[in-house]
């Protein structure tokens, strides 16, 4: 969620944006300079969030209590007190670097599930917990900081006072009213960072929007929010509608806001979504902080509250040369550490072999068709008809199984990724496909066996979740 905002700090919307403006040039002289760093091979790292649940499997409001316990660097706060967050350090794409990023996921959870056990709770990795109940998520369930409390203020005041209404249709029906944003909080995923070329950014940002339905199809793992069964990966209109702040039409007329899966294709260079996030949004943390240009705080606090599926990041390393990243958004947190590593290397690879294909993809496939096949596949997972690059609908289940997933395999060894561990992630995805059994259909297929006891659902999931084994083979 960013950095924290002192006491003292007022909202300066004028100066926020002079120094937003001054720094948004400089990145724009780098984009002309060709200053940012290769990405031969790429880096890739990876973020995810965490539930903490009590000795009955309901969420438990200790994540500051916890994060001291657990005393790791790699683990964070996040909005509500019953998640965390864990941080992974980058590793290079090539050799058997997909495996380095399950390991270090495999440990950093195991310390989270020991320290949690310690403290009479447990540690979930989940889409959306099915035993999260209505009345929970309340802003006394927000974690203590100035700057939750800040943003959660100002999206209210950035709407007037109108509390934000919740509209999820599904099997059921989700209908809510509230003044807070808190529903952010029960949306919990894995966040893929991929390191990208500069000289074909416009291309491999493009791919991995187009990749979006497959990958979020497969990895799907919240269809039930408040005992309600909604989408397959619930998670996207709940975080959609938990920031409703639109701030202006596309071409076709449609409302953007700051939750959103993009406007069009980018044309030449990512510079084209910097600068709609300097014209387009208002700022949504107006606070004006003593450093250099360079330092992109502005900068990085303006993107950092505009929260793209697929969002554009600048940042630099620790010799200050700059480098542009693709944060890939979408995919849930869960089942297992292997599974999320599956679900990261099939991301990274389609969008790999889509960028390199002869003919740009999306000359084939009008951004109209992407951005329906996204929220397609959000709705129905792997049940989801899209439109590919040859114009016809087709199921995507059988898209990904005879196709996708050895697409991915080959762009994946062709970067260099060692051919055994390309393989072993991508045979998770082929067998997901194949069987129709993501983390979303076994959460659905264990209510349809056993009933809806959502704390029986959890306390299932929790134990298959601790075996370690990939969702596909676990049983009901």
Same mark, same amino acid.
């Given at each position: 969620m960013g950095q924290e905002i002192e006491t003292a700090d007022v909202f300066d919307e004028a100066g926020f944006k002079a120094r937003l403006r001054a720094e948004t040039l400089l990145v724009m002289n780098w984009f002309k300079e060709g200053a940012f760093e290769q990405a031969t091979p790429p880096m890739i790292g990876a973020e995810v969030e965490g539930w903490l649940l009590d000795a009955d499997l309901m969420p438990a409001p200790r994540n500051l209590e916890f994060l001291n316990a657990a005393d790791d660097p790699g683990l964070d706060q996040e909005l509500g007190?019953?998640?965390?967050?864990?941080?992974?350090?980058p590793v290079s794409l090539s050799g058997r670097g997909l495996e380095t990023l399950e390991q270090r996921f495999a440990a950093l959870w195991d310390h989270c599930c020991a320290t949690a056990r310690a403290m009479d709770m447990q540690a979930a990795m989940?889409?959306?917990?099915?035993?999260?109940?209505?009345? %929970?998520?309340?802003?006394e369930a927000m974690t203590p900081s100035n700057r939750y409390r800040a943003l959660n203020d100002r999206v209210m005041q950035l709407r007037g006072g109108?509390?934000?209404?919740?509209?999820?249709?599904?099997?059921?029906?989700?209908?809510?009213?509230?003044?807070?944003?808190?529903?952010?909080?029960?949306?919990?995923?894995?966040?893929?960072? $991929? %390191?990208?070329?500069?000289?074909?950014?416009?291309?491999?940002?493009?791919?991995? %929007?187009i990749a979006s339905a497959p990958v979020l199809a497969v990895s799907a793992n919240a269809p039930y929010l408040y005992g309600r069964r909604l989408w397959e990966e619930t998670r996207i209109p709940a975080f959609e509608q938990a920031i409703r702040i639109f701030s202006f039409k596309d071409k076709g007329g449609r409302h953007?806001? !700051?939750?959103?899966?993009?406007?069009?294709?980018?044309?030449e260079s990512l510079m084209e979504l910097f600068i709609e996030n300097l014209d387009g949004h208002a700022p949504l943390l107006p606070v004006i902080e003593d450093a250099p240009a360079e330092k992109l705080r502005h900068?990085?606090?303006?993107?950092?509250? $505009?929260? !793209?599926?697929?969002?554009?990041?600048?940042?630099?390393n620790k010799e200050g040369v700059p480098h542009l990243r693709i944060e890939n958004r979408i995919t849930p947190a869960g089942p297992t550490p292997v599974d999320m590593a599956a679900n990261a290397?099939?991301?990274?690879?389609?969008?790999?072999?889509?960028?390199?294909?002869?003919e740009a993809?999306?000359?084939?496939?009008?951004?109209?068709?992407? !951005?329906?096949n996204f929220y397609r596949a959000a709705k129905s997972g792997l049940g989801a008809r899209v439109v590919w690059l040859d114009g016809g609908a087709g199921d995507v289940q059988q898209l990904i199984a005879r196709q996708l997933a050895d697409e991915a395999e080959r762009a994946l060894i062709t970067a260099g990724v060692d051919?055994?561990?390309?393989?072993?992630?991508?045979?998770?995805?082929?067998?997901?496909?194949?069987?129709? %059994?993501?983390?979303?259909?076994?959460?659905?297929?264990?209510?349809?066996?056993?009933?809806?006891d959502m704390q029986g659902l959890m306390g299932a999931y929790l134990a298959l979740q601790q075996s370690g084994k990939p969702v596909h083979t676990w049983s009901v």
């Open positions: 007190q019953y998640n965390f967050e864990l941080n992974l350090d989940i889409g959306m917990p099915p035993t999260l109940r209505e009345g %929970m998520l309340d802003l109108v509390p934000l209404a919740y509209e999820i249709e599904g099997r059921e029906r989700l209908e809510r009213a509230e003044n807070h944003l808190m529903m952010e909080a029960a949306c919990t995923s894995l966040q893929t960072h $991929l %390191m990208i070329d500069p000289a074909c950014q416009a291309r491999q940002f493009n791919a991995a %929007m953007v806001g !700051r939750v959103d899966f993009g406007t069009q294709y980018v044309r900068f990085k606090l303006q993107n950092g509250t $505009l929260w !793209r599926w697929n969002r554009p990041i600048v940042d630099t290397a099939f991301f990274i690879g389609l969008t790999l072999h889509l960028s390199t294909l002869d993809p999306e000359k084939a496939l009008p951004f109209a068709d992407t !951005r329906e051919k055994w561990s390309a393989c072993k992630y991508m045979d998770i995805i082929r067998a997901r496909a194949r069987s129709g %059994m993501n983390g979303a259909t076994w959460q659905r297929a264990w209510v349809n066996c056993n009933g809806r």
